[in-house]
């Protein structure tokens, strides 16, 4: 990977290592029944026990974005990341940044403007709120470029591409466009593993996972636990830890600058070992 930084409120954090951001999520019904949290000391455990793992970043989501998740109104998911920024800056202090999982502009307004959260992760890459890329660019955070298509309830009918990587890149490319234009300065890429591609589709994106440098920004990778590894292997969300850091492994030494995972300690080791090897 090539270092990187971000802005984070105006103090420059420098990153010359691969990153790992740790996910806690702040619903019922997020596909992985480990990574949920509710009350405010869990939370704070969750983010403490992460911070203490090795993680650079947290990511904090109150929305599940997985096929056939039920529609969050937008006061209760703003409520529960309102109460979940409390509780982490809380327990880690103020130096750890912290994305918020949200598609909403109104709701990456109040999180960034009013309760402390310094990046926001948009899974739908501007596409589900026209708002956000204008909401981001006022709020001069950093921001989370994801590739989907539709929405989580209608993502998996829309995966016909021609090349599937070249297809992503392109549509990538023309937001990131956009943003460049509104003065958007630190976007982090992530091609949406999961999200509108098929199994095939996936592991053909991660073969190919070094042509996402032609984008110039820092590639962020999200494939802890997700089906591309349990229906591949026919193993349950809470057996996938280990297929995890391999997978993510493959993807480091493909180029990826962050690791957004459950499983923060095993990231970390995996990264150890990768630069041992010099492989990264």
């Known amino acids: 990977m090539k270092p990187f930084s971000l802005n984070i409120r105006g103090r420059l954090v420098e990153f010359d290592r691969p990153a790992v951001m740790g996910i806690i999520n702040i619903t019922d019904d997020s596909f992985f029944a480990g990574s949920r949290v509710a009350s405010d000391e869990e939370i704070a455990t969750r983010a403490v026990a992460m911070a203490d793992a090795g993680a650079d970043m947290l990511d904090l989501g109150a929305y599940s974005s997985r096929p056939g998740a ?20 809380s327990a ?47 709020l001069r955070c950093p921001y989370v470029l994801m ?26 490319s023309r937001r990131l466009s956009v943003l460049d234009e509104l003065g958007v300065a630190d976007v982090l890429v992530d091609p949406g593993f999961g999200f ?7 592991y053909d994106m991660m073969r190919n996972l070094r042509a996402f440098e032609i984008l110039g920004r820092p590639l962020l990778v999200g494939v802890s636990r997700k089906s591309m590894l349990t229906r591949l292997l026919d193993i349950k969300t809470d057996e996938a830890a280990a297929a995890t850091a391999v997978l993510g492994a493959l993807a480091l030494e493909r180029g990826a ?13 995996s990264i150890s070992i990768l630069e041992a090897l010099d492989a990264i």
Not at 70 to 89: H, I, N, T, W
Not at 108 to 129: H, Y
Not at 153 to 171: K, R
Request: contains cysteine.
């Open 70 to 89: 039920g529609v969050v109104p937008e006061d209760v998911e703003a409520q529960r990341l309102s109460k979940a920024l409390a509780a982490v800056r």
């Open 196 to 202: 509108a591609k098929t199994l095939e589709q996936n």
């Open 257 to 269: 600058s962050i690791l957004r995972v459950h499983d923060v300690a095993l990231a970390r080791q």
């Open 92 to 138: 880690v202090g103020t130096s750890m940044p912290v994305s918020v999982d949200t598609f909403r502009a109104s709701v990456a307004r109040k999180c960034v403007g009013e309760w402390g959260a310094d990046i926001v992760n948009d899974i739908s890459g501007g596409t589900l709120d026209p708002d956000m890329f204008a909401a981001v660019a006022e």
């Open 147 to 172: 590739h989907m298509r539709g929405t989580p309830a209608t993502m998996q009918s829309l995966t016909d591409y021609g090349d599937v990587t070249a297809d992503v890149i392109d549509e990538l």
